[in-house]
């Protein structure tokens, strides 16, 4: 299902985000950039090891990313304009400022995707898997994050015209649904 806010969409769907169709996907990595498990596992396999080489470059250079924060690499393989790496927050118990980080994740990797010049861009639920953090919030956080984001923006201006969240988990896919429909 999907919504329209500001002459932009935001869908969700259940499936494997390395399948989408689109300009830029954002992987849920880590502060090393390491290829791990979950979608970053999914995505540096499709991608091949061009990216696990951008991203030693990265850690070279700036020692890798906090959570929150995001960087681009190549998509080697993949059909996108490159990968949007950000570090979701590990879930701590609420009180270490983990919504506040994940909600920067979120306003940081479409910052990036902006500045490429993508016109549209999927995100995992990042965070839900290893990191942890409850789904419910995480996916009150993405969506009222992606919406204020959107509505802010000048939309003559903004290149985004679709934002879609990739769930690989039935529960997230039906939160999100749930949640995107008190936005309509
Ligand atoms: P984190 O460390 O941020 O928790 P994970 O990769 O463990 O990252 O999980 C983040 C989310 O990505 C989880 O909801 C998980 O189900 C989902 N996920 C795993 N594989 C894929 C995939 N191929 N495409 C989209 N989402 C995926």
Known sequence: MQIHINHVDISVSVGDITTWQGDMIVNASNSGLYGGGGVDGAIHRAGGPQIAAECALIRQKQGGILPGEAAVTTAGKLPYLGIIHTVGPIWKGGGAGEAATLAKCYINSLDMAIVRG???????????????????????????????????????????????????EQDNAKLYEETLKSYM
């Open 118 to 168: 993508a016109q549209s861009i999927a995100f995992p639920n990042i965070s839900t898997g290893v990191y942890n953090f409850p789904k419910l919030l995480a996916c009150q956080t993405a969506l009222s994050t992606v919406v204020q984001y959107v509505s802010d923006r000048d939309s003559r201006v903004l290149p985004l015209k679709t934002i879609a969240f990739i769930c690989f």
